[in-house]
């Protein structure tokens, strides 16, 4: 059999197939169909990204339709999926997202289905021999929108701060993280200073925080909120690195080794101490927070206009050290009577100081100085309480 013959008996046979199937009814299958768009932001621009949905319709439904222009009821099952599926997507704040090193703010639309209209799409379509009909559905934007974000000049990347604490005991794993909470996805207001206590709120376990050690007194001593001073420590970092003017910043008594480079920190105890800073960009800054429980990082993102300046921050210049105190000790019922229990390491003393140097467009130089005096720290111990040696 030639190449020719083979082709034309193949050709026939298709014809004589597509022509039994429309003799015996059976046509495309018929799809209820969604398309809609949602906006991301990218780039410094807002634009569109399609989202598309479909779902099957029942076929004899479909035929039982065009033939009585009626909506069959053999065709509710599939219309009962795509609603529940439909109205069971929430909106979902606009967010920024790393995507192959490129940052992009998305949101997500609640729908609602409008199921009378769609039902009319369904047999308008069937009637006119099309193989989909369109759902129509009632859009319901987040309250924090890619719009919003846009409209508040919130357009791009500005700057991270980062921190470990990597060796913490669960109680101040699960302070960091309260504490973090508290601070992710927020605006804070061209001119606004930000103030972290007031951003934060009672440190209390009403608010989710538990006890921890935190130093009190020239030792350790156990309150709620104990770690949340690796929170003030990683948002600072976040806003030094922006350019921010500092309003109000401490040091740790001692150096802490959880928050070096050392001096690179921000210890808060309310009322006494808090850590300020003010939004000098123009534009809202936004703020997230985000954390690798495995990795047990902790990591602060800033985002508000295009940077207008330049930002380099040096390594620490240490003098004047120290010798480390005497030992000193604390109540913990884990020790039984005479012994002890090793708390915290003694530190030296010693002078730390960082030089931020920022840069403007215009060229102009500016310098500042990040200095903290750190006391000599002796090691701490848990003892029984009552115990002689806690007085």
């Known amino acids: 059999m030639n190449r020719l013959l083979t082709v034309s008996l193949a050709l026939a046979a298709t014809s004589l197939l597509t022509a039994s199937a429309a003799k015996a009814g059976v046509g495309q299958p018929f799809t209820l169909v969604l398309n809609t768009q949602e906006p991301r932001l990218e780039g410094g621009q807002v634009h569109k990204t399609s989202v598309n949905k479909s779902w099957p319709m029942n076929s004899k439904g479909v035929k039982i339709s065009k033939r009585a222009n009626k909506f069959s009821s053999l065709l509710t099952a599939g219309l009962d999926i795509a609603e529940r599926q439909i109205n069971a997507r929430a909106p979902r704040p606009a967010v920024f997202r790393n995507v192959g090193g490129h940052w992009i703010a998305r949101q997500q639309n609640g729908w609602i289905l409008d199921r009378t209209a769609t039902k009319a799409n369904i047999l308008k379509a069937i009637q006119a021999g099309h193989s989909s009909a369109q759902a129509v559905i009632k859009v319901l934007a987040p309250q924090r929108s890619v719009q919003l974000l846009a409209d508040r000049g919130v357009l791009a990347y500005v700057s991270s701060g980062t921190s470990s604490y990597r060796g913490s005991p669960p109680f101040r794993t699960t302070n960091i993280l309260v504490g973090a909470t508290k601070l992710d996805n927020f605006f804070v207001a061209p001119g606004h200073t930000f ?144 012994g002890r229990r090793l708390l915290d390491v003694p530190v030296q003393g010693m002078t730390s100081v960082i030089v931020r140097t920022i840069k403007s467009k215009d060229g102009k130089v500016s310098k500042d100085t990040l200095k903290s005096v750190y006391k000599p720290w002796g090691a701490v111990y848990g003892v029984k309480p009552g115990d002689k040696r806690l007085h």
Request: hydrophobic share 35%; net charge positive; with cysteine.
């Open 195 to 338: 103030d972290f206590a007031k951003e934060v709120g009672d440190i209390s376990a009403s608010t989710g925080f538990v006890k921890g050690y935190v130093i009190s007194n020239g030792t350790l001593e156990k309150e709620d909120g104990g770690g949340i001073c690796q929170v003030s420590t990683t948002i600072f970092r976040a806003m030094y690195q922006a350019g921010l003017p500092i309003v109000e910043r401490h040091e740790h008594s001692h150096r802490v080794e959880y928050y070096d480079p050392v001096g690179f920190e921000a210890t808060v105890y309310a009322p006494a101490k808090n850590l300020r800073m003010k939004n000098d960009t123009g534009k809202y800054l936004f703020v997230q927070a985000s954390w690798d429980k495995k990795a047990q990082t902790l990591r602060f993102d800033l985002f508000g206009k295009t940077p207008d300046r330049t930002v380099s921050i040096g390594k620490p210049t240490v003098t004047a050290f120290k010798p480390a105190a005497k030992p000193s000790y604390t109540p913990d019922k884990r020790v039984s009577a005479g």
